[in-house]
């Protein structure tokens, strides 16, 4: 009896954990590059009652073994990389990346680099493309990407990510383009907050190189400007889901009461 308690109680968790991914999904429905997380189970391991017979000659079939589970835990909370809808805003600073790749950042010159798919960037006062923390953006060197404001009367971003400056004479330059990068398993990388994400041994840069960035316009990736990609949160299905969570624990809860009411009975037969 009491493992239908117990199988009850780690429902109950699982599916907090759960509602714990679904309240941090609706919470982010508006994050600029937010990829929103999902929950998987797995059974605990089951209690061999019998173990598996094999069959005899002439004699018994065999038996299958005889096991009693355990409850569930959580497997693992996934990070769900589709792309999120795209919102246009017609500023040329305004990034979005059409491909399986993310922008790389840095609070230095490129030795600590992160991973984003938030291309909400703006200028600061000596011309370096920054995201809102400050970090600046790189180019597909792994440099910085400057814009020098005393000579660039305007500038414009094309779909292979070059950068393309016009002065007063109405000369055009192209010095810089932005680099991206990309993952085997962007499911390796691991949030640090402010929609960045860390390189980890698991997410396995698809370069040899691990801060040698990709130039768009290869590896079917491309660049949009004047366009940000959305947080791909669905809120129909995160309530569907929020849903099952919640029916998932009622009904884990009332294993537990009905095991208590069983166990009450049990107690109550000598009075």
Do not use: C
């Amino acid at each position: 009896m009491l493992r239908s308690m117990y199988s009850g109680i780690s429902g109950m968790r699982g599916f907090l954990t759960k509602l714990d991914v679904i309240g941090n999904n609706i919470a982010n429905v508006n994050t600029v590059g937010f990829k929103k997380g999902r929950v998987m189970f797995q059974d605990i391991l089951s209690q061999n009652v019998q173990g598996a017979g094999a069959p005899t000659d002439g004699g018994k079939g065999g038996t299958n073994p005889l096991q009693i589970g355990l409850g569930s835990s959580v497997a693992a909370v996934d990070t769900v990389f589709n792309a999120g809808s795209p919102m246009t805003t017609n500023l040329p600073t305004d990034l979005s990346i059409e491909g399986d790749a993310f922008f790389m950042v840095t609070p230095d010159d490129g030795e600590t680099i992160y991973y984003t798919r938030a291309g909400n960037f703006t200028r600061d006062s000596v011309g370096n493309l920054v995201n809102s923390q400050g970090l600046k953006l790189l180019n597909a060197d792994a440099g910085v990407i400057t814009i020098d404001q005393a000579t660039a009367v305007s500038y414009s971003i094309g779909k292979d990510g070059v950068i393309t400056t016009v002065d007063e004479t109405g000369a055009l330059a192209s010095d810089n383009t932005v680099g991206v990068m990309t993952f085997n398993n962007p499911g390796g990388l691991k949030k640090i907050g402010n929609s960045l994400y860390e390189n980890t041994v698991n997410a396995g840069p698809r370069d040899e190189d691990p801060n040698q960035p990709v130039t768009p316009g290869t590896a079917k990736v491309s660049i949009i400007a004047g366009q940000l990609e959305m947080s791909n949160v669905d809120l129909s299905e995160e309530f569907t889901e929020m849903i099952v969570a919640q029916r998932g624990f009622q009904a884990n809860s009332r294993i537990i009461t009905t095991s208590d009411s069983v166990l009450e009975e049990l107690v109550n037969l000598k009075r």
